[in-house]
Protein backbone atom coordinates (compact mmCIF):
# COMPACT_ATOMS: atom_id res chain seq x y z
CA UNK A 1 0.00 0.00 0.00
CA UNK A 2 1.29 3.35 -0.89
CA UNK A 3 0.31 6.91 0.19
CA UNK A 4 -2.97 7.32 -2.21
CA UNK A 5 -3.93 3.79 -0.91
CA UNK A 6 -4.00 4.92 2.78
CA UNK A 7 -5.59 8.31 2.09
CA UNK A 8 -8.35 6.32 -0.24
CA UNK A 9 -8.86 3.60 2.66
CA UNK A 10 -8.91 6.67 5.75
CA UNK A 11 -12.16 8.61 3.26
CA UNK A 12 -13.77 5.37 3.31
CA UNK A 13 -13.68 5.04 6.83
CA UNK A 14 -14.23 8.81 7.74
CA UNK A 15 -17.22 8.39 5.29
CA UNK A 16 -18.46 5.71 7.09
CA UNK A 17 -18.05 6.86 10.78
CA UNK A 18 -19.61 9.74 9.35
CA UNK A 19 -22.82 8.10 8.51
CA UNK A 20 -22.96 6.34 11.58
CA UNK A 21 -22.85 9.68 13.41
CA UNK A 22 -25.25 11.13 11.30
CA UNK A 23 -27.68 8.79 10.02
CA UNK A 24 -28.97 7.78 6.86
CA UNK A 25 -30.95 11.28 6.02
CA UNK A 26 -27.69 12.98 6.00
CA UNK A 27 -26.07 10.79 3.84
CA UNK A 28 -28.96 10.58 1.63
CA UNK A 29 -28.49 14.12 1.42
CA UNK A 30 -24.96 13.94 0.78
CA UNK A 31 -25.77 10.68 -2.03
CA UNK A 32 -28.23 13.31 -3.47
CA UNK A 33 -25.46 16.74 -3.47
CA UNK A 34 -23.16 13.96 -5.24
CA UNK A 35 -25.03 13.16 -8.07
CA UNK A 36 -26.30 16.91 -8.81
CA UNK A 37 -22.81 17.93 -8.12
CA UNK A 38 -21.69 15.45 -10.96
CA UNK A 39 -24.05 16.17 -13.24
CA UNK A 40 -24.11 19.69 -13.15
CA UNK A 41 -20.38 19.52 -13.25
CA UNK A 42 -20.81 17.87 -16.44
CA UNK A 43 -22.79 19.98 -17.79
CA UNK A 44 -21.33 23.43 -16.54
CA UNK A 45 -17.78 22.74 -16.61
CA UNK A 46 -16.43 24.45 -19.79
CA UNK A 47 -18.03 28.10 -18.52
CA UNK A 48 -15.53 28.06 -15.62
CA UNK A 49 -12.95 26.22 -17.48
CA UNK A 50 -12.91 29.16 -19.76
CA UNK A 51 -12.39 31.90 -16.96
CA UNK A 52 -9.70 29.86 -14.94
CA UNK A 53 -7.52 30.15 -18.46
CA UNK A 54 -8.16 33.40 -19.04
CA UNK A 55 -7.73 34.18 -15.07
CA UNK A 56 -4.57 31.97 -14.71
CA UNK A 57 -3.28 31.10 -17.98
CA UNK A 58 -3.06 27.18 -17.43
CA UNK A 59 -3.34 24.72 -20.04
CA UNK A 60 -6.55 23.45 -21.45
CA UNK A 61 -6.56 19.86 -19.23
CA UNK A 62 -5.13 21.60 -16.36
CA UNK A 63 -8.28 24.59 -16.99
CA UNK A 64 -10.98 21.73 -17.64
CA UNK A 65 -10.34 19.63 -14.46
CA UNK A 66 -9.73 22.48 -12.02
CA UNK A 67 -13.29 24.36 -13.91
CA UNK A 68 -15.05 20.76 -13.49
CA UNK A 69 -14.11 20.31 -9.67
CA UNK A 70 -14.77 24.05 -8.74
CA UNK A 71 -18.54 23.53 -10.19
CA UNK A 72 -18.78 20.18 -8.55
CA UNK A 73 -17.83 21.69 -4.98
CA UNK A 74 -20.18 24.48 -5.66
CA UNK A 75 -23.04 22.40 -6.67
CA UNK A 76 -22.43 19.59 -3.73
CA UNK A 77 -21.78 22.26 -0.98
CA UNK A 78 -24.61 24.22 -2.03
CA UNK A 79 -26.90 20.89 -1.83
CA UNK A 80 -25.35 19.90 1.40
CA UNK A 81 -26.96 23.40 2.59
CA UNK A 82 -30.13 22.72 2.14
CA UNK A 83 -30.51 19.86 3.04
CA UNK A 84 -28.92 19.93 6.04
CA UNK A 85 -31.75 22.35 6.47
CA UNK A 86 -34.64 19.57 5.71
CA UNK A 87 -32.75 16.68 7.32
CA UNK A 88 -32.82 19.08 10.59
CA UNK A 89 -36.42 19.23 10.62
CA UNK A 90 -37.19 15.54 9.67
CA UNK A 91 -34.97 14.81 12.84
CA UNK A 92 -37.55 15.51 14.76
CA UNK A 93 -38.95 11.99 14.18
CA UNK A 94 -35.86 9.76 15.67
CA UNK A 95 -35.21 6.77 13.65
CA UNK A 96 -32.50 5.45 15.99
CA UNK A 97 -29.57 3.00 15.24
CA UNK A 98 -31.24 1.75 11.82
CA UNK A 99 -31.27 5.31 10.60
CA UNK A 100 -27.37 5.61 11.63
CA UNK A 101 -26.41 1.89 10.60
CA UNK A 102 -27.95 2.65 6.77
CA UNK A 103 -25.91 5.83 7.03
CA UNK A 104 -23.14 3.87 7.72
CA UNK A 105 -22.84 2.00 4.57
CA UNK A 106 -24.33 4.80 2.59
CA UNK A 107 -21.23 7.20 3.91
CA UNK A 108 -18.64 4.51 3.03
CA UNK A 109 -19.96 4.18 -0.50
CA UNK A 110 -20.21 8.03 -0.87
CA UNK A 111 -16.80 8.24 0.11
CA UNK A 112 -15.91 5.30 -2.07
CA UNK A 113 -17.48 7.28 -5.03
CA UNK A 114 -15.56 11.00 -4.49
CA UNK A 115 -12.22 8.75 -4.11
CA UNK A 116 -12.78 6.54 -7.59
CA UNK A 117 -13.78 10.49 -9.05
CA UNK A 118 -10.21 11.99 -7.43
CA UNK A 119 -8.80 8.83 -8.98
CA UNK A 120 -10.32 9.56 -12.50
CA UNK A 121 -9.33 13.00 -12.02
CA UNK A 122 -5.48 12.31 -10.87
CA UNK A 123 -5.14 10.15 -13.68
CA UNK A 124 -6.16 12.77 -16.17
CA UNK A 125 -3.76 15.33 -15.02
CA UNK A 126 -0.68 13.10 -13.61
CA UNK A 127 1.89 11.95 -16.25
CA UNK A 128 0.48 8.78 -17.83
CA UNK A 129 2.84 6.38 -15.36
CA UNK A 130 2.76 8.54 -12.17
CA UNK A 131 4.14 5.93 -9.32
CA UNK A 132 1.40 7.24 -6.89
CA UNK A 133 -1.05 5.18 -8.89
CA UNK A 134 0.94 2.88 -10.21
CA UNK A 135 2.04 1.64 -7.24
CA UNK A 136 -1.61 1.89 -5.89
CA UNK A 137 -3.11 -0.87 -4.79
CA UNK A 138 -6.43 0.68 -4.62
CA UNK A 139 -6.43 2.38 -7.96
CA UNK A 140 -7.06 -0.54 -10.03
CA UNK A 141 -10.54 -1.20 -7.97
CA UNK A 142 -11.50 2.42 -8.28
CA UNK A 143 -10.63 3.06 -11.90
CA UNK A 144 -12.65 -0.42 -12.92
CA UNK A 145 -15.14 1.43 -10.88
CA UNK A 146 -15.26 4.36 -12.70
CA UNK A 147 -16.20 2.71 -16.20
CA UNK A 148 -19.73 4.13 -14.97
CA UNK A 149 -18.35 7.08 -14.33
CA UNK A 150 -16.24 7.98 -17.10
CA UNK A 151 -19.15 9.74 -18.78
CA UNK A 152 -19.74 12.60 -16.66
CA UNK A 153 -16.07 13.84 -17.02
CA UNK A 154 -15.53 16.52 -19.57
CA UNK A 155 -14.57 15.87 -23.01
CA UNK A 156 -11.16 17.95 -23.01
CA UNK A 157 -10.29 15.47 -20.09
CA UNK A 158 -11.77 12.31 -21.25
CA UNK A 159 -8.95 11.79 -24.12
CA UNK A 160 -6.28 12.24 -21.54
CA UNK A 161 -7.90 10.22 -18.58
CA UNK A 162 -8.43 7.52 -21.30
CA UNK A 163 -4.84 7.07 -22.51
CA UNK A 164 -3.55 7.64 -19.14
CA UNK A 165 -5.45 4.84 -17.67
CA UNK A 166 -4.95 2.60 -20.46
CA UNK A 167 -1.09 2.81 -19.80
CA UNK A 168 -1.40 2.25 -16.16
CA UNK A 169 -3.61 -0.62 -16.65
CA UNK A 170 -0.42 -2.09 -19.09
CA UNK A 171 1.99 -1.56 -15.94
CA UNK A 172 -0.69 -3.30 -13.48
CA UNK A 173 -0.82 -6.09 -15.50
CA UNK A 174 2.66 -6.19 -16.66
CA UNK A 175 3.42 -6.07 -12.34
CA UNK A 176 0.91 -9.03 -11.90
CA UNK A 177 2.50 -11.01 -14.19
CA UNK A 178 5.92 -10.66 -12.63
CA UNK A 179 4.07 -11.32 -9.49
CA UNK A 180 2.83 -14.67 -10.20
CA UNK A 181 6.14 -15.91 -12.29
CA UNK A 182 8.05 -15.13 -8.92
CA UNK A 183 10.01 -12.82 -11.00
CA UNK A 184 11.34 -9.57 -8.73
CA UNK A 185 10.19 -5.92 -10.01
CA UNK A 186 12.97 -4.81 -12.61
CA UNK A 187 15.28 -2.14 -10.93
CA UNK A 188 15.08 1.01 -13.70
CA UNK A 189 17.09 3.02 -11.89
CA UNK A 190 20.96 3.11 -13.01
CA UNK A 191 23.53 2.76 -10.81
CA UNK A 192 25.16 5.68 -11.22
CA UNK A 193 21.91 7.42 -9.74
CA UNK A 194 22.49 5.81 -6.62
Keep these: MNAFDLVVVAAVAFGALHGLRNGLLTMVTS ?3 LIAALYL ?14 QFGTN ?12 FLVVFIAVQFVGGIIVS ?21 IAAAVAGLAVMLLTTVL ?19 DAMLVRYIPEEAKEAYQRNR ?17 SAPAD ?3 PTAR
Design 31 to 33: FVA
Design 41 to 54: ASVHYAETAAIIAR
Design 60 to 71: PTLATVLGYVAV
Design 89 to 109: VLRMASLGWIDRLAGGFLGGA
Design 127 to 145: PANAALLRNSEAAPMLLAY
Design 166 to 182: DILIRAWIAEASRRSSG
Design 188 to 190: SSS
